[in-house]
């Protein structure tokens, strides 16, 4: 039997703003317990919500980059359930009306095909602080300072049919609220949380019971949980048993999900419209003010790539897919560097080596400066594009700058035609079989001499030259 | 010296008559040897010391208006370092950080804050019967309720306990105490005066006000109290007139609206009688009366117990036991905590609206209870839009009958419909008044003053007119 799986994502993006949704505090991550919450974050008698208006700028930032329809008189609501990392016992959310109404993104598949994926809100909401299990042995310890910090959670439309496709959109969102600046995206540190819905059907059949999945800080782990959750539910499904409504949370140590709570369980939340807080009014000129503020987003970036730089729609769309790699990318363009040659480079051997020593790349100990540098030295000809590669490495290792290290270690490409013209003349009286072999018509014998010659340069012979002369001599 | 009223003892102390700790002093006695439990703490430390540096600032003609004047403040609104109950058992040992918005205000005049007054627990209740630190009787019959929430406020000033004691209205926690006790209490419009560190019942009701002895001190004090509060989202962006600028103004042409809603079954008829002769009293002043309609009133009480209880519900959740307040003996589990710490920490009336608001909230119920309650009191919005298209101001009853006797209503339902004249003026967010108007027998009663939203001048003036022409609030209760 065919089963088709369908995935809808929940994602918490912390909003980085310097004070809290709803008071003063400082939302900077890492402090000592409790030092971040003020009256208002612990709930005292008598404090009341005043919104942080930084927080709705961002929430439109979100609503115009994915084309969203923006409510334009949006309310906050109480979501009332006790838990004692809750100050308030009820967490200030939207609910019937969000900021942010429908919109959509799209997604470029393995494939290279692109897929829209439809994002059915967006709206603000408080954070609650944190309860440490494992810090007491008859107690739960409780810090507040995340109380407070204001979220955008974005929900997407049912619309991905595999976890592949949903680390993709996952990725994409990841992307889009650091271009437009409204979060760090740092997953580690919690500011870009994903929950997923995930259910299966037969082909052609309605929607299946779906299960929540929580607790997902990665997205290795988000592919894990959902490829994992599918299997549970087909092998249930297909052992005539159903799916119960639940949220489970994944365990990445053991690679399993289960139930947290099952719907009966679920909480009534009691939503009502919070009497602390007025409807957020968005003017159409603050619309204007945002759309004229917002940069330039990934698609618009990938098509500007395609089009004036003359890259390829896979080159484009992984340059841009961060946007820390499209601003190191384009800081080399600018400095005058070839764009084919170097979003090889940046997709190549910078990405490997980054990939491999698990850096991000604002971290590279490469700067786009020093590489721009290494690859002007292929395009003027000081070195060849294979010794560029070990000139590369030695730069990793903080050897020193692409001119240093070719000038200490000699790696000048050899351009003297006289000089090279002698090395020729040797490997074709050492080698008069294949002399003979490319006399007979046997072309691919160039290669040979090719390689005999750059080996005798130690690689520094520059290649092409060694290619004109061979032919003119041989021929 | 009691006797004197706000506007009289700014007079004294500015002509030296006496100084701020002579009064502070003199109401301190008063309080300390009164029996109606009017104070759930009396602040005579703090009282002595403020008073002293009042008497500074007035020496050095660095002060204010009010500076030096004392007063009562309820115990919802909080106080930095001085313990902020609530009337509950669930803050007996609360000691707020910080000071309500309100409270910052009248400490920047410099006034002296005597002590915190009793009340219905969290503000719910009609009778001040619901306070953890026990009922508080009526100065004019002590066998008698106070009236509530503000009860505790309303005695201090009958009783002259104190010049003047701040209020908090919610559904008529101001004016029915004042009814009841013969004072002039007014609950302004709502976003008038910062919600700021008043501690929530119901939030989009709350509103907080001057209980005094005439209304020529509510204007000063409103004067000091209003204004917009950036802490507060649902205080008003608007400018603070001088009150006490329009008192004087003829009310000659005033018309004035009798809802027939208010003049049905139920009204007690001694509290008819003194109504209507007030009325007449407005005659008289060249007022035009007229019958006007609130044909919505009648569903205030169901829509108030509805809303009210349903943001208790939510407002009352931060009282868990966790991070301060009321704690159970050595809680099982989490569950055990929040239920012990609640269901100990919480009277009865308390934990009946908590339920009756979850209730209502909860999923299936919302639409029939909460959406629906919201729309009927859109309509009594309305009914008064309409109202006020045809008059300046309507007047009625306050409470249907005088104070009753301290634990004669059993009934909660019963002690609910005791609201039917001041709800819906809440529910509408307008300004209303009590002001004494008579008696029946020796109990005060109170005559409702109701106006159009902002229209605190207009109220104030005509609460100031009649005041010119009768005594009624210048009647105090024998002492003991």
Known sequence: MTWETVIGLEIHSQLRTQSKIFSGASTAFGSKANTQACAVDLGFPGVLPVLNEEVVKMALRFGLSVNAAINKNSIFARKNYFYPDLPKGYQISQFEIPIVGQGAIEITLESGDLKTVGITRAHLEEDAGKSIHDLYDDYTAIDLNRAGTPLLEIVSDPDMSSAKEAVAYAKKIHALVQYIDICDGNMQEGSFRCDANVSVRKQGEGLGTRAELKNINSFKFLEKAINIEVERQIDILEEGGSVVQETRLYDSIKNETRSMRSKEEANDYRYFPDPDLLPVVISDELLEEIKKELPELPTEKKIRFIESLGLSPYDAEVLTSQKEVAEYFESIIKQGADAKLTANWVMGDLSAALNKSQIEIFDSPISAHELFVLISRITDNTISGKIAKDVFKLMWDGKGSADEIIDKQGLKQMTDSSAIESMIDDVIANNPAQVQQFKDGNSKVLGFFVGQVMKASQGKANPKQVNEILNAKLS | MHNLTVAELIKGLKNKDFSSLELTQHYLTRIKSSELNAFISITEDEALSQAKEADKKIKQGDSSILTGIPYAHKDIFCTKGVKTSAGSKMLDSFISPYDATVTKKLNNENMVMLGKTNMDEFAMGSSNENSYFGPVQNPWDVSKVPGGSSGGSAAAVAARLSPLATGTDTGGSIRQPASLCGITGLKPTYGRISRYGMIAYASSLDQAGPMTQNAEDAAIILTAMAGFDKHDSTSANKSVPDYTQCLEDSINGLKIGLPKEFFSEGLDSDVEKVVMQSIKEYESMGAEIKEVSLPNSIHAIPAYYIVAPCECSSNLSRFDGVRYGYRCEDPKDLNDLYLRSRSEGFGEEVKRR??????????????????????????????????????????????????????????????????????????????????????????PVGLQLIGNHWSEELLLNAAHQFQMRTDWHKHSPAEN
């Not at chain 2, 509408?428 to 009590?434: K, N, T």
């Open chain 2, 354 to 443: 908590i339920m009756i608001g979850a209730y209502a909230l909860s999923a299936g119920y919302y639409d029939a209870y909460y959406l629906k309650a919201q729309k009927v009191r859109q309509l009594i919005s309305e009914d008064f839009k309409k109202a006020f298209n045809e008059v300046d101001l309507i007047m009625g009853p306050v409470s249907p009958s005088v104070a009753f006797k301290l634990g004669s209503v059993k009934d909660p339902v019963s002690m609910y419909l005791a609201d039917i004249y001041t709800l819906s003026v809440n529910l509408a967010g307008l300004p209303g008044m009590s002001i004494p108007a008579g008696f029946s027998g020796n109990l």
